[in-house]
C-alpha cells in the first residue's frame, strides 16, 4: 500500500507542545513530525491554538493566544526545513512540492480573540484561516452544546461571522449550540466547517451533529471532520464505529463532504488511533471494506483541501 495523503482539520498539539515543553518535531503526544513523515506521503494539519480559565498562558485569555502563538511560531522556525505555515490550498501543495508537511492555524473558541470583530484582521494576519465559534463555554458569540445551548448567535455573533467571510476566514460549529449553528448557516455565505465532529444518528451526544445538520453543511459545501474521541465515537470504540460514523455521512450525500477531524492531543481517541501515525490502519482498513479510492482520498486529503483552495 502507498503511504496515504492526509490533511486532518484539528489537533490541539501546541497547547499539548507548550503546556509540556515538548516539541512538534518529536514529542510524547499523539503528532509530532518524526511519526508524520514516516507514516505519510504527504501531510497537512490544521494546529488549533486552545486554552480555557484553568490553562492560560497569560493573564487573560487574549493574553494567552499570544503565548501560544508565539509557542506555534518557534516550533515551525525550529522544523523550517520539515513544515511550513500555509494560507491556501496553493500554499499547501507548494509546500508538499518542497517536501515538506504543512500548518494551518486555527483559533479554538473566539473569546481567545476576546470575541471583538475588530480582532480579526490581525488574526487573519497571523494566518489564522479557522475559527471555532465557542469551545465548551458560552461566549459573548454563542452558546455552546453543553453551556447555554438554548443560545443562538448574539448580535456580536453575527457580526464576528460575516467579518470572518469578508477576510476569507472559515467559520467552524464543532462546539457550538445547535441553535447557534442555524444562526452560522444563515449568515454564512461561504463553506462552514465541523472541524471536529461525528454523527449524532450513530451516537447520541451533544458534540454530535444530527442529520439535519451534516445535511445543511453538505448543502453549504463545507466539511465534517471525524472525530476519534472515544466520547464521540461511542458504539465499541473502534475502526468498524468510526465507519459507522463514515457511512451514515456518505448515505446523506456527503462523499465529498467529509474528512479527517482527529482532535489529536485533546482527548483520549479510540485504541485502535492512539496517534495520527495510526491513521494508515484507517486508510487501509477501508480499502480492506471495498472502499472505492475516490472516497478514501476524499476523506483523507482531498474534501478538505477543496475547501481550503477556495479563492
Not at 46 to 58: D, K, M, N, V
Not at 113 to 129: I, T, Y
Not at 152 to 157: D, I, R
Not at 235 to 248: K, P, T
Amino acid at each position: 500500500m502507498d503511504r496515504p495523503w492526509v490533511f486532518d482539520a484539528h489537533c490541539d498539539t501546541i497547547s499539548r507542545c507548550w503546556r509540556r515543553c515538548e516539541d512538534l518535531a518529536s514529542n510524547t503526544g499523539a503528532v509530532d513530525l518524526d511519526r508524520t513523515e514516516q507514516a505519510f506521503g504527504h501531510y497537512a494539519q490544521i494546529f488549533a491554538l486552545w486554552t480555557s480559565h484553568g490553562y492560560t498562558g497569560g493573564d487573560s485569555l487574549e493574553q494567552a493566544y499570544e503565548t501560544l502563538l508565539r509557542c506555534f511560531r518557534r516550533q515551525l522556525e525550529a522544523s523550517r526545513d520539515r513544515i511550513c505555515l500555509c494560507r491556501t490550498g496553493d500554499e499547501i501543495r507548494s509546500a508538499w512540492r518542497q517536501g515538506k508537511a504543512a500548518a494551518m492555524l486555527s483559533v479554538e473558541g473566539a473569546e481567545l480573540l476576546g470575541c471583538e470583530p475588530r480582532r480579526l484582521e490581525q488574526a487573519a494576519r497571523d494566518g489564522v484561516r479557522v475559527i471555532t465559534l465557542t469551545w465548551n463555554h458560552a461566549n459573548a458569540l454563542s452558546g455552546s452544546h453543553c453551556d447555554r445551548p438554548e443560545q443562538g448567535l448574539t448580535a456580536l455573533g453575527r457580526e464576528f461571522v460575516r467579518r470572518m467571510e469578508e477576510l476569507h476566514l472559515f467559520p467552524d460549529v464543532s462546539h457550538l449550540s445547535e441553535a447557534g449553528f442555524w444562526d452560522v448557516m444563515e449568515t454564512a455565505r461561504r463553506p462552514v466547517l465541523a472541524t471536529h465532529s461525528n454523527a449524532k444518528f450513530v451516537w447520541n451526544h451533544t458534540r454530535n451533529l444530527t442529520d439535519e445538520q451534516i445535511t445543511a453543511i453538505i448543502k453549504n459545501q463545507g466539511v465534517v471532520g471525524l472525530n476519534f474521541y472515544r466520547e464521540f465515537v461511542g458504539l465499541g470504540q473502534d475502526l468498524d464505529s468510526v465507519r459507522a460514523h463514515l457511512d451514515h455521512i456518505l448515505e446523506l450525500g456527503g462523499e465529498a463532504c467529509v474528512a479527517l477531524g482527529g482532535d489529536w492531543d485533546g482527548c483520549d481517541t479510540i485504541a485502535d488511533l492512539p496517534d495520527i501515525a495510526a491513521a494508515d490502519r484507517l486508510y487501509e482498513f477501508l480499502l480492506c471494506h471495498h472502499y472505492r479510492e475516490t472516497v478514501v482520498r476524499g476523506l483523507f486529503y482531498n474534501n478538505l483541501m477543496r475547501v481550503v483552495s477556495l479563492p
